[in-house]
T-cell receptor, first 116, second 114 residues
Framework: DGGITQSPKYLFRKEGQNVTLSCEQNLNHDAMYWYRQDPGQGLRLIYYSQIVNDFQKGDIAEGYSVSREKKESFPLTVTSAQKNPTAFYLC???????????????FGDGTRLSIL | AQKVTQAQTEISVVEKEDVTLDCVYE???????LFWYKQPPSGELVFLIR??????QNEISGRYSWNFQKSTSSFNFTITASQVVDSAVYFC???????????FGTGTLLAVQP
């Protein structure tokens, strides 16, 4: 079945440690996104990528980094510079970066990151 | 600036009641799209509907219906005869103009009691 796979489902980070969240899609979508969800704040865009080897900062990119070496994969690294990383992270993809197409963004199941 | 407001933080109803989730948006773009997503306790966001700014027809899909009114910048979502499985957080979202960003509201937690 086509879809978006995020792993792991739960992740714990020690102080000063970088961690990487995986996002893989087999929908053949060009565009991929990372969102952060905090209670009562909805979803906020961290980074997005419209094509391989290209990505753009979203609204809250500080303390995060991404790469897009393959169309299927868009990993997110939460660096030690991100002082409040505890949140639920959602990866999404869409056919292209423009939302003026027939397909909306499709989301993965999310990764819950906590600090030890 | 673009903004989506979901003023209802939490709603609790008893099964079989009808419930309406409110969504008010702000945008200066003449072309824009509105979305509703459902987030069950498992965490993934499930797409429910997409509506463009030129189509003000209301839509019904089973027990779900959507009322889009440009005059009041609202895109409300009604669930008829609610069921326990409808319990989730519901998000309204907007994208418009040349932006590539989907702007989400803060969500409404719907709890349907048996």
């Amino acid at each position: 079945d086509g879809g978006i796979t995020q792993s792991p489902k739960y992740l714990f980070r020690k102080e000063g440690q970088n961690v990487t969240l995986s996002c893989e899609q087999n929908l053949n979508h060009d565009a991929m996104y990372w969102y952060r969800q905090d209670p009562g704040q909805g979803l906020r865009l961290i980074y997005y990528s419209q094509i391989v080897n290209d990505f753009q900062k979203g609204d809250i990119a500080e303390g995060y980094s991404v790469s897009r070496e393959k169309k299927e994969s868009f990993p997110l690294t939460v660096t030690s510079a991100q002082k409040n990383p505890t949140a639920f992270y959602l990866c999404a993809s869409s056919i292209d970066i423009l939302q003026f197409s027939n397909q909306p963004q499709h989301f993965g199941d999310g990764t819950r990151l906590s600090i030890l | 600036a673009q903004k989506v407001t979901q003023a209802q933080t939490e709603i609790s109803v008893v099964e079989k009641e009808d419930v309406t989730l409110d969504c008010v948006y702000e945008t200066r773009d003449t072309t824009y799209y509105l979305f509703w997503y459902k987030q069950p306790p498992s965490g993934e966001l499930v797409f429910l509907i997409r509506r463009n700014s030129f189509d003000e027809q209301n839509e019904i899909s089973g027990r779900y219906s959507w009322n889009f009114q440009k005059s009041t910048s609202s895109f409300n979502f009604t669930i008829t005869a609610s069921q326990v499985v409808d319990s989730a957080v519901y998000f309204c979202a907007l994208i418009g103009g040349a932006t590539n960003k989907l702007i989400f509201g803060t969500g409404t937690l719907l709890a349907v009691q048996p």
